[in-house]
């Protein structure tokens, strides 16, 4: 930015350093202002394909910050850090301020902390400074910007409104009319404004809200109970969402009318017809096909199984190979057949072909350009839902082995605590149930993790969306109810044995250590075995890595268990001891658990740890089988990328030199062109690369920057290139031959053109046009009459007021330039071959000496005409010149 802006900045935004920070606590405000700021925040960050739900916390680690200033401004800022400390989120902040600043915008009191630490005020701040950059300070009515210049084209697009008095920001909006009054000014059949009524203003919002939304794809940043509701609308909201209308309408331009073009003469103008009847028909077929596939590729239909979507991704990548690569180059080829016809129209001194509306070459593009947008759309999708469904399975799988694990745990748990032995027992046997139901509760706490992990993974598979949540309700909700009701159980049967008030007696304490041993390690036992059968989904060599060391962690403790196992064991052993050395009457079971010696040896004899192992083992080796996928595709990737890119520079320098004859500029070109084609095996055999990659399932690569996208965009556009550049040196050679300029000439024009051509685009703008005329010695002032003049030459120039001058056109108008008055002198010696010593010409005479085609074609064209002498029929100088060249400057 030099001085003029760096000041013009300064001075623009220095109202708005001071900002009343107070403001922003008032809850209406600081609303309005949430709902705004991240709604204007998603629209361009959709265009990378993420957004924000909380404009505090989502900006906290800097990554989306720089990434919305990337998209906003077009340029690429410092790589950001990936860590998660807080410092690495203060660095990318800083990152993200530094270039605000280097935008010319002074930040006053916001720091990277303020963000990071997620301060509401600070963060609304930064997002407002970024909004006025951005998004208001470049807008310009009248020697007016900014916000004043935002003001003055609302007052200009609002004043022929009744009811509608824009002065402000805030309150000159309340009643909702300026925003219908906006839409209606630039798209009419959108509102109906004759019934909207001033007094209605939640009517008027939401209409103004929901039209932008849905036919100006403006998303909704305000709420119309809110503006109405308070007393004095937020500024920066409304101005926030008043910018998006400005850009929304400033770009629009009227769509040119097609106008009558005069037919060309007699055998050159049948044949142009029929290739503007070959091109509409082609275009039409273009259109056609590319109307029916959008649809297709916006379809967003989830389905409830993998092997479904699978098939999906499959017809995708038919429709990738198979279909999409013939239709580019109808699209190639309709742009060449295009361009020859203007050629040929040019050089027949024809007005330029208009396509029917609709069939552009610009609709055309405008059209492929939504259909790549809906492929690219369709593919995320894709691979999106593949992701959501495969998660979708692993945490059914998950709960269903959960709730099989808890269900059998409870398994007669209820009946056992309703049972009311108690009543007749013995002193010592309430003693011993006391004990047993102590056992229990902590074998019911124990569970409670469980419990609540089952309902943890119910609640994600409803907020995934799964397709068979209402069964997963169903045996959640039971299993919660089932919890519920052991808990009320358990406790009321610990206050009817406490009641009993005659447990005065200890039961043995070998059989208490073992309950109370076993239990712990009956349930570490089961969690582990939870934990090996698990099943786990990674999709790096880093991962599968940590997976086994976390696996070699938990081998390392089995010593450790195993002589807890052998001392539990031994325990009972004691106790068995004890029963047959004293003949005590204990039934051979323990009343204080029901986890037996034979429970725990079954249950650590299962040979989980081996097949862990293996599933380790084999999903190690599929990770590197992925690695090397991955390495394989970024090292051709990385070669072919900057290939592409080298041959489109090269190929742009060749069409800007002047390097020997234009017949050596389109020998050079085929060889290059051939060259490329011959490269065409190397593509193929990366696109089979990625195939097998997305067969992988491998959704990351950083081995390269590149992605298959990219290559393939980067290589349809290389051909189109190609091909577009032989085109045009075709038609400047069949622009040379037909009227005589000789190669030195040629390189006049070109040097000329090149010099005034500063971006080396091509194409020359209406100023840098107008001062390479005044360089060939053309007087055009700044007068009415010089502007006229130039206005005449740019509808030669740019029929299609695109607003550039190709080098093709600028030969065409020097070159026509000179060929006007040989033309003229030509039809006059014809006209008085054919007459002879009369001044006009016969139908007789028109058959007797010109071909029958074109004798006909004429006299098909003699109706409107009258002869002199009341000679009907004949035609006089002026109408046979106008039947054979049309209405021209002849």
């Not at 005020?121 to 004043?148: C, H, P, Y």
């Amino acid at each position: 930015m030099d001085h003029y802006d760096s000041q013009q900045t300064n001075d623009y935004m220095q109202p708005e350093e001071d900002w009343d920070r107070d403001l922003l606590l008032d809850p209406a405000w600081e609303k309005q202002q949430r709902k705004t700021f991240t709604a204007w925040c998603n629209s361009h960050l959709r265009k990378a394909g993420t957004q924000i739900e909380n404009i505090e916390e989502d900006f906290r680690d800097g990554l989306k910050l720089m990434l919305l200033l990337e998209v906003i401004s077009g340029e690429r800022l410092a790589k950001p850090e990936r860590g998660k400390m807080r410092v690495h989120k203060i660095s990318n902040v800083n990152k993200a301020l530094d270039f605000i600043a280097s935008k010319g915008v002074k930040l006053v009191s916001i720091g990277a902390e303020e963000i990071v630490d997620g301060n509401v005020k600070m963060t609304l701040g930064m997002i407002w400074t970024i909004i006025l950059r951005f998004a208001i300070q470049d807008i310009s009515v009248e020697e007016t910007s900014a916000k004043e210049g935002l003001l003055l084209w609302c007052q200009r697009k609002t004043a022929p409104y009744k009811n509608v008095n824009i002065q402000n920001f805030h309150i000159s909006w309340k009643d909702g009319l300026g925003f219908c009054a906006l839409i209606h000014r630039h798209r009419p059949e959108l509102i109906d404004y004759g019934k909207l009524r001033k007094d209605d203003p939640l009517t008027n919002l939401n209409t103004a809200f929901d039209v932008a939304e849905k036919y100006l794809d403006i998303p909704k940043m305000l709420d119309a109970e809110d503006i109405v509701g308070t007393a004095r609308p937020d500024e920066k909201a409304i101005m926030t969402y008043v910018s998006s209308f400005y850009h929304a309408f400033s770009g629009a331009q009227k769509a040119e009318t097609a106008a009558n073009r005069i037919c060309k003469v007699l055998a050159v103008n049948q044949e142009n017809e029929q290739l503007m009847e070959d091109y509409e028909k082609l275009a039409s077929d273009l259109l056609e096909w590319i109307r029916r596939t959008i649809p297709w590729l916006e379809n967003r239909a989830p389905e409830n199984t993998m092997q479904a979507m699978q098939q999906k991704l499959e017809d995708f990548r038919d429709y990738r190979r198979l279909h999409k690569p013939p239709k580019v180059q109808e699209k190639c080829q309709l742009e060449i057949n295009f361009n020859t016809l203007q050629t040929k129209l040019r050089l027949s001194n024809r007005p330029a072909f208009m396509p029917s509306e609709g069939r552009m070459v610009s609709d055309i593009n405008n059209a492929w350009g939504c259909l790549e947008q809906a492929e690219k759309g369709y593919e995320e999708w894709l691979l999106n839902e593949i992701r959501r469904l495969e998660r979708l399975d692993h945490l059914a799988e998950k709960f269903r082995q959960k709730a099989s694990i808890h269900e059998a745990w409870t398994d007669g748990k209820e009946a056992m605590l309703r049972q009311k032995d108690y009543e007749t027992a013995t002193l010592s046997e309430i003693k011993a149930l006391l004990k047993k139901h102590e056992a229990f509760e902590s074998d019911l706490a124990a569970h409670q993790d469980r419990v609540e992990q089952i309902a943890a993974i119910a609640q994600e598979l409803n907020e995934l969306d799964y397709y068979d949540s209402p069964s997963v309700n169903a045996r959640c909700q039971k299993i919660c109810d089932q919890w519920d009701n052991l808990g009320a159980l358990t406790q009321k049967r610990r206050e009817a044995l406490e009641r009993t008030e005659k447990l005065l007696e200890t039961i043995d304490q070998l059989y208490l250590e073992y309950a109370k041993r076993a239990a712990p390690f009956n349930n570490w036992m089961e969690g582990a075995m939870e934990d090996l059968q698990d099943t786990f989904i990674v999709h790096t060599i880093e991962e599968i890595q940590g997976l086994t060391t976390a696996h070699e962690q938990f081998k390392a403790t089995l010593p450790d268990a195993d002589k807890e196992r052998q001392a539990i064991l031994g325990i009972h052993n004691e106790v068995t001891k004890i029963v047959q050395t004293y003949h005590v009457n204990m039934a051979g079971t323990n009343p204080y658990t029901t986890i037996t010696p034979q429970e725990i040896n079954g249950k650590w004899d299962h040979q989980l740890v081996p097949r862990r192992d293996q599933a380790l083992t084999e999903e190690h080796a599929r990770q590197q089988h992925n690695e090397r996928l991955r390495k394989q595709f970024g090292a051709q990737a990385n070669v072919i990328g900057p290939w592409i890119q080298t041959k489109m520079e090269e190929i742009g320098r060749i069409s800007i030199e002047m390097h020997g004859t234009l017949e050596d500029q389109l020998s050079h070109l085929r060889q290059y062109e051939k060259s490329i084609v011959n490269y065409k095996p190397k593509i193929d055999q990366l696109e089979c690369d990625h195939q097998l990659i997305q067969e992988a399932l491998i959704f990351d690569n950083k081995h390269t920057n590149y992605t298959m996208e990219h290559i393939r965009v980067g290589w349809e556009q290389l051909l189109t290139t190609i091909a577009r550049t032989i085109n045009e040196v075709e038609n400047q050679i069949l622009t040379r031959d037909a009227k005589g300029i000789s190669q030195e000439q040629m390189n006049e024009f070109r040097a000329s053109f090149n010099h005034f051509d500063r971006d080396h685009s091509g194409t020359l703008g209406p100023e840098e046009f107008k001062a390479c005329l005044i360089s060939l010695g053309y007087d055009i002032g700044n007068d009415p009459q010089g502007e006229a003049e130039f206005a005449r030459i740019m509808s030669i120039v740019d029929p299609n007021r695109l607003g550039v001058v190709t080098f093709q056109a600028f030969i065409d108008f020097m070159s026509r330039e000179t060929a006007d008055t040989d033309t003229a002198d030509q039809v006059m010696a014809s006209f008085k071959i054919l007459a002879g010593d009369k001044n006009y010409i016969t139908v007789d005479e028109l058959r007797r000496e010109l071909p029958p085609d074109q004798a006909e074609y004429c006299i098909a064209r003699m109706a409107p005409y009258n002869g002199p002498d009341g000679v009907p029929g004949a035609l006089d100088y002026m109408s046979f010149s106008t039947a054979l060249y049309g209405e021209s400057d002849l």
